[in-house]
Nanobody
């Protein structure tokens, strides 16, 4: 069955770094663009970053641009989100999302990132 499993979340101090990973299985990974989203406590889910098929055209939300880097490894069916210079407002549950069309997409269960001193 389709699975997207996020890992790498945890507690980090402001200014620190974390690397999130998402392992995909059960579908043809190379046919899907990959996205990261996040949902902070009491807020709506927001899009964070996207990387297209073949690793093309990474794009980022303004709030993370210059601090986060999305990448994919099609040989391992994984997508990562390198997060640097973390701030308290980055605290959220981070979700991995595979998307080909609006109705053809999958979601992971999320991994919690807490930025706190």
């Amino acid at each position: 069955q389709v699975q997207l499993v996020e890992s790498g979340g945890g507690l980090v101090q402001p200014g620190g770094s974390l690397r999130l990973s998402c392992a995909a299985s059960g579908f043809t990974f190379t046919r899907y663009a990959m996205r990261w989203h996040r949902q902070a406590p009491g807020k709506e889910r927001e899009w964070v970053a996207q990387i297209n098929i073949l690793g093309g055209s990474p794009i980022y939300a303004d709030s993370v641009k210059g601090r986060f880097t999305i990448s994919r490894d099609d040989s391992k069916n994984t997508v990562t989100l390198q997060m640097n210079s973390l701030i308290v407002d980055d605290t959220a549950v981070y979700y991995c999302n595979a998307i080909r069309t609006g109705s053809d997409q999958y979601w992971g269960q999320g991994t919690l990132v807490t930025v706190s001193s």
